[in-house]
């Protein structure tokens, strides 16, 4: 977050020559909020509140629009000048209120989890520039923490604090005569507070000066971010005749705080263009102090943790976590934070029967078990009590069908859009973790592609959940730009293997290494890329008015085309295999995927099931039935037939024999297959897209096609075969459409 910390303006004596220029570095800086500490007039007359407000509402123009739309973009609190005249004496505030009626005070900038709470400081004596911060400020203050703790909890705990006012709490000059006429006289209950809330920042002006300081005390308790607040003093910003600051306060998403000082003598009229820059709290710093309070609050830490995920062609991912190392620091807490594990990157289907959990180190676990799979957490028991000093270690793996696009292609079909064909693996940050790796390792087909390069198609992503839409994180591109940096993101060739290490990652953030997906491979030499797509785009057509017909013409031609397909499997593969003889059912089935409607894919689908085959009558059935499904884009056998453009065969086998998961869908028919054979249904003049499925399966074990592409010339036989079912597909269809006349 971006503030833009300005004070001290004096309009009625401030420098006009400066204004447009101060307009014009805001544009350039582009702040989030614009946070105004006093003395916006030099005398606290209607006139000087005007001009200084106009002024005010030109710099808010130059902000970013503000995020959510209804976030604040500039907060004013007063100063002694626009109470009193002179600054000093005949104590009026009736102007002021008058002009600022509309303005407030403070805000929670729960995007950024940052909060500015601004103090009125300016009543103080009735005569001198002293401030004063009235008691029911301090009891306001309370409550609105009180608040937006009970609102937030953890979050708004971790949240960066700041309190903005006019006067100094801490000395900024050394000139101790004047500093009873102009100091915070009750400076040691504001710190006080500050300390015993955690307060990261105070801000304020007052004095003309650029300073910063550390205060330092044993107040606020055991909390780590006790006993210490930073204060930075701001300079004027348009005072006529003098040396004028501005200064840019960025707080980053890791609460490490920068302060880019730009200032502008009187003889320039122009604030210098390259800032001083003063890290007031450095991202090492942050980082340690941050940890620390996430170690207290969940009670216990880990010390490494390791996300692998490999991919295979499919785009499923096998996944694996170790949390090596679980430390208790605290039992009681520890044990009511520790009930629960929740899977990473949970975007495709999960077989319970894959989902392994084990305590690695410390005893074995008391029972584990996923207990909702709608949100993939899982229950924990660690079978004891836990006690402090307990070091623990837990492996959990599972295998996600589906997970991942492999192909731009599939990238568009998948997520509906072209995008910009990244996909990510990412890991959930819901452990203080001291050390964390990921890796993703990709199938050996990446490299085979041509003019694509995993070395420049990486990327780091640092994602933030936004609370008010949990499903729609955002990307964090200072995380991610620190962390390429520092060269946290590997790419081993030879192993073909990317990884990316965190040191000690934010609790609600998400990490994870992202790739541009390969392009499709380029045409077989003498193809032209759109020859044919028009003949697809009218059987498409064609399905899409059959459903609005009444004699349902398509019925009959699903029904033909099944049949002579039926024959072709039996010729080709059945009594080309080595058990001729076999003699039972064989079912088929089509399927046709709609590319305008969004996933899941809507289909057009056909059954028939043939019984007593035989040589001479191949065309024995007993019945057809059409549907018109819902599938999700790579579901099932036929989907992952579809997605990946290749044919697959699946066999049943028993759940205790299993060794990869199960992502077999029964859907079309009431049948469980013992064995399915899927194949894409391709355009012949460009094998690239596929526009549906052919299904061929049997209810028995015995079925040959089990054995189907285990020699080559069974290849060949499935190569042969899939070549002859594009073409007859494809002319059937082109066929019923020009009979019935279908428009595209």
């Known amino acids: 977050m971006r503030i833009l910390h300005i004070s001290d303006l004096h309009f009625g004596a401030h420098d006009q020559n400066l204004v447009q220029n101060l307009l014009d570095k805001a544009e350039a800086i582009k702040p989030d909020i614009i946070l105004a500490t006093g003395d916006l007039a030099d005398q606290p007359t209607p006139e000087n509140f005007q001009a200084a407000f106009a002024f005010l509402t030109e710099l808010v123009e130059r902000c970013n629009p503000p995020n959510p739309s209804n ?73 609105a923490y009180h608040e937006l703790h009970q609102q937030h909890g953890a979050r708004f705990e971790q949240a960066f604090k700041i309190i903005a006012l006019h006067h100094h709490p801490l000395p900024v000059k050394e000139n101790a005569k004047l500093q009873r006429w102009l100091t915070l006289e009750n400076a040691g209950t504001l710190l006080a507070l500050a300390l015993t809330r955690h307060i990261d920042l105070i801000v304020h002006g007052h004095e003309h000066v650029q300073a910063r300081a550390r205060f330092r005390s044993s107040l606020g308790g055991s909390h780590p971010s006790s006993g210490e607040v930073n ?56 980082r340690e102090k941050h940890f620390a309070t996430q170690v207290k609050q969940n009670g216990y830490s880990i010390r490494e943790a390791i996300f692998t995920a490999e991919l295979n062609a499919d785009g499923a991912s096998i996944n694996a976590v170790q949390l090596e190392d679980l430390r208790i620091q605290d039992a009681t807490v520890a044990t009511s934070k520790l009930t629960h594990l929740q899977l990473p990157n949970a975007k ?37 009590n836990l006690y402090k000093e307990d070091h623990l270690s837990i492996e959990y793996t599972w295998t996600e069908l589906d997970a991942f696009a492999m192909d731009e292609f599939q990238y568009e079909k998948k997520h509906g859009s072209t995008g910009n064909h990244m996909e990510a693996a990412l890991f959930p940050i819901t452990h203080p973790i001291e050390d964390l790796t990921l890796i993703v390792k990709f199938p050996d087909n990446f490299r085979r592609v041509h003019d694509y390069s995993l070395s420049t198609a990486l990327a780091i992503r640092v994602l933030e959940t936004d609370p008010a839409n949990t499903q729609t994180p955002y990307e964090l591109p200072a995380l991610e730009a620190d962390l390429r940096e520092h060269g946290a993101l590997r790419y081993i060739e030879a192993l073909n293997l990317a990884s990316l290490r965190i040191k000690r990652p934010p609790i609600g953030l998400l990490y994870g290494i992202a790739w541009k997906v390969p392009p499709l491979p380029p045409p077989k030499v003498g193809v032209l890329p759109e020859a044919g797509r ?149 355009n012949p003049h460009d094998e690239r897209f596929p526009y549906g499925v052919i299904n061929c399966g049997s209810t028995s074990d015995l079925c040959p096609l089990r054995d189907i592409g285990q020699s080559d010339d069974e290849k060949m036989a499935l190569r042969n075969l899939q070549t002859s079912i594009n073409q007859i597909c494809l002319d059937i269809f082109q066929q019923a459409a020009e009979q019935y006349d279908f428009e595209i």
């Open 71 to 143: 976030a604040p973009r500039l907060i004013v609190i007063p100063g002694n000048h626009d109470t009193k005249y002179y600054g000093n004496i005949l104590f009026s505030r009736r102007h002021y209120d008058a002009a600022t009626r509309d303005c407030i005070t403070q805000h929670y900038f729960i995007e950024h989890n940052v909060w500015i709470y601004g103090m009125d400081s300016s009543s103080g004596r009735g005569i001198g520039a002293t401030g004063t911060i009235r008691p029911e400020q301090f009891v306001a203050f309370q409550h």
């Open 231 to 286: 204060v930075v003093s701001a300079g004027a910003t348009l005072k006529q005749g003098e040396t004028n600051w501005v200064n840019v306060i960025t707080v980053g998403q890791d609460h490490s705080v920068t302060l880019d000082a730009y200032s502008s003598q009187p003889a320039t009229a122009a604030f210098n263009e390259h800032p001083e820059t003063h890290h007031i709290r450095p991202h090492g710093e942050a």
């Open 348 to 384: 495709g289907h999960i077989d319970p029967a894959f989902l392994r959990v084990r305590g690695l180190r410390g005893g074995e676990l008391g029972g584990l078990e996923f207990t909702n799979f709608a949100n993939y957490t899982a229950q924990l028991d660690f079978g004891r």
């Open 534 to 682: 028009t003949r697809i785009e009218r059987v498409l057509a064609g399905f899409e008015k059959e459903r609005h017909s009444a004699t349902k013409p398509w019925k009959r031609r699903l029904t033909a085309l099944l049949e002579t397909l039926a024959k072709l499997f039996y010729e080709r593969l059945i009594v080309g295999s080595k058990d001729r003889k076999w003699t039972g059912d064989l079912d088929l089935s089509i399927m046709i995927y709609n590319e305008k409607s969004e996933p899941p894919l809507l289909v057009e689908a056909g059954a028939i099931r043939y019984s007593d085959f035989e040589p001479e009558r191949p065309t024995n059935h007993n019945g057809f039935n059409h549907f018109n499904q819902h599938f999700a884009y790579g579901a099932g056998v036929a989907g992952t037939a579809y997605k990946t453009n290749e044919y697959r065969l699946w066999v049943r086998i028993p759940a205790r024999l299993r060794t990869t998961p199960d992502y077999y869908e029964t859907r079309l028919t009431h049948l469980q297959h013992a064995v399915l054979l899927s194949m894409p249904l391709q």
